[in-house]
């Protein structure tokens, strides 16, 4: 057995391509990315944001942000509104089509959901709870970053 298989970051690293290539697969006859369609969701639970906000809510920085909004502008799938009393502030909104494909895209969820092959809701919660908490960690994991003093010698 590969040494990378009893790796947790490659175990981590193999699902999310494994995810996203399932997203890319689905999304495809829409001409959709998965960032998209993220950028959607977002909009169609959450309601209208800013851009400052939809980039925290997605863990994107505005450099990849602003070329994804502008090409889903284009699409009609949002529209971006400069604030009158802050012209910086500027709000995302769905667009025409992006409305239109809220009914159209409603079964990827249900697809998505029965792929991860978890018996029920409470296993997927369960899974999804665990995942925040490895975020969390690593991002402070990241924020405390120094060299090691020793090498820890179990694999992560």
């Known amino acids: 057995m590969p040494v990378t ?29 998965y960032p998209q369609y993220l950028v959607l969701v977002t909009l169609w639970v959450e309601g209208d944001q800013t851009v400052g906000s939809l980039g925290e809510h997605l863990q994107l920085d505005s450099g990849t942000l602003s070329p994804l909004l502008r090409r889903m502008e284009q699409a009609r799938l949002v529209r971006r509104e400069r ?9 995302v909104t769905i667009g025409e089509r992006g409305l239109a494909l809220r009914a159209e895209l409603a079964h990827i969820p249900g697809r998505i959901a029965a792929g991860t092959g978890l018996p ?3 296993a997927a919660a369960e899974l999804i709870a665990t995942l925040h908490r490895l975020t969390e960690t690593m991002h402070a994991v990241s924020a405390q970053a120094s060299p090691p003093s020793d090498l820890d010698e179990r694999v992560l």
């Open 83 to 91: 604030g009158s009393r802050d012209e910086r502030v500027v709000t």
């Open 120 to 122: 029920d809701e409470r």
């Open 5 to 33: 298989d009893e790796m947790v970051c490659f175990s981590l690293y193999s699902a999310t391509r494994a995810t996203t290539q399932a997203y890319r697969s689905l999304l495809e006859p829409w001409g959709l990315t």
